[in-house]
């Protein structure tokens, strides 16, 4: 038993939440605040989520600064990595931000439906930064979502 509560422990540090993508999937946010699968899907359907939702293709995803506000950790270590990005990332690198699966990312990006805009240079595709920080609650623009 107590091997258990120190693996979550190490899990859960300050340290590891600061190390987090910027979107993370619902089940990994519920397993952090201790919610159940059910309730937390019930929760953010009904728009009762304590963070940020993201809705992307048919699944949901978690704003990281977010939870970290909730959490009362900061997000300073997801502000630098951004600040690293060239201003038009590529798709696996947006795809990694979202948490979502190099399949899903392109489908998205191929059908419209992907979270942001998607430029087409050749056969590449790319993200702009600014958008992506807007839909993480990275920018100090309010988003469309805020707007709404």
């Known amino acids: 038993m107590r091997e258990v509560a120190a693996s979550a422990g190490a899990r859960y540090s300050r340290a590891a939440l ?3 993508p910027p ?11 201790a919610l159940s699968r059910t309730k937390g899907y019930l929760m953010a359907r009904t ?3 304590p963070c940020g939702i ?11 600064t977010d939870l970290l506000q909730f959490l ?11 600040a690293e990005l060239p201003p038009a990332v590529p798709l696996p690198t947006a795809n990694a931000l979202l ?23 050749g056969v590449e595709y790319r993200v702009r930064k600014s958008e992506l920080q807007r839909l993480l609650h990275l920018s100090d623009e309010p988003s469309e979502q805020a707007v709404a």
């Open 23 to 33: 979107a993370l999937l619902l089940t990994d946010a519920n397993r952090m605040l």
């Open 47 to 49: 728009g009762q989520y």
């Open 99 to 121: 948490s979502l699966s190099r399949t899903t990312g392109y489908k998205l990006a191929r059908t419209g439906q992907y979270p942001c805009t998607v430029l087409r240079l």
């Open 72 to 82: 009362g950790v900061d997000d300073a270590g997801i502000r630098r990595s951004f």
């Open 54 to 64: 993201i809705q992307v293709g048919d699944g949901h995803r978690v704003i990281t």
């Open 18 to 20: 600061r190390s987090l």
